[in-house]
């Protein structure tokens, strides 16, 4: 199997924190990819037995875990409320290894388009083809770094931009330099036709605080976050009617707390958004 670079290998993480949400008795969503991946490519200290941080790394394990599930129930609804709308075009970008495509009802004639970069696109199908699973809507894979040119890769895959469609960006803005992440958002909504549908990680969860020490069992992920724009605010300004949430809100609805150890650490931010007419945004290119 190819190897996952530093990158990828985030997607690999989100991937063990989902199988072991999907493991507990009260999970808020089964993920069967997730944890056929973590059968295949066993899971690191992260979210899983004696990981040998200390107090304060365990309380940031906790935060990204709850971050983590809280994100992936958030989007999960972002993407029935476009199935309740009719919607039948969906698009995940920086997909990495989501597990969507195998266990949400996307409604019928449905195509799901997962966007990411060759090398984990590569990596995922190997991993899919390996677990044996069905998906439950017709998947399309468009292998493109966001920094080419992913629209055109998407049309030629069949995406089309006079129908509504749905999207999503986990995990994914704040690995993007700010051009970039600007860019793929003007991206989006040229692509979106008014009542598309928008779900997006604005902010990253735990400390902001960028922490070195050994006690930091993320800080080799720190060091790839690049970006700091603010994605709710160029969102709504691109022409999109959104409103946020947060761990603590989203975990809070379905019966859950914030893990005491996580509870200090800071709750990080949601975003769900409908397109507007256009022609009430300030990109439109239509
Ligand atoms: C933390 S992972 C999140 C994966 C997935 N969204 C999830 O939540 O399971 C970040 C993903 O963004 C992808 N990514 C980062 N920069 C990208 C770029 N320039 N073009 C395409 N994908 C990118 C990475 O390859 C990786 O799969």
């Known amino acids: 199997m190819a190897d996952l670079d530093d990158l990828g290998l985030t997607a690999l993480g989100v991937a063990w924190a989902r199988a072991a949400e999907s493991s507990r008795d009260d999970a808020l969503f089964d ?11 066993p899971r690191g200290s992260e979210f899983g037995g004696d990981d040998g941080t200390d107090e304060r790394g365990s309380a ?33 970008l920086g997909s990495g290894l989501d597990g969507r495509g195998f266990r949400l009802d996307f409604g019928s004639g449905a195509k799901l388009f997962e966007v990411d970069r060759p090398s984990v696109v590569e990596v995922k199908e190997d991993l899919v083809a390996q677990s044996g699973l069905a998906p439950t809507v017709e998947r399309r894979v468009v292998a493109s770094d966001l920094a080419d040119d992913w629209l055109r890769a998407l049309q030629g895959k069949g995406f089309r931009a006079d129908l509504p469609s749905a999207w999503l960006a986990e995990g994914l803005f704040v690995y993007l330099p700010d051009g970039l992440g600007l860019r793929v958002i003007e991206g989006i909504t040229a692509a ?18 960028v922490d070195d020490s050994a006690a930091d069992p993320f800080a080799d992920v720190r060091k790839l976050w690049r970006s700091d724009v603010d994605v709710a605010q160029h969102v709504d300004a691109a022409g999109w009617d959104c409103e946020l949430s947060d761990t603590r809100e989203v975990l809070a609805a379905h019966g859950r707390s914030l893990s005491e150890a996580a509870g200090a650490q800071e709750s990080a931010t949601l975003l769900s958004g409908v397109r507007r007419q256009r022609g009430h945004g300030t990109i439109d290119r239509s």
Do not use: C, H, N
């Open 31 to 41: 993920d069967p990819l997730a944890e056929a991946i973590a059968r295949i490519r």
């Open 60 to 92: 940031k394990i906790r935060a990204m875990y709850d971050w983590i599930v809280a994100r992936t129930v958030f989007l999960d609804e972002v993407f029935a409320a476009a199935v309740a709308a009719g919607i039948t075009q969906f698009v995940i």
């Open 192 to 209: 979106s036709e008014s009542g598309s549908r928008i779900g997006v990680t604005v902010r990253r969860a735990a400390s902001s605080v």
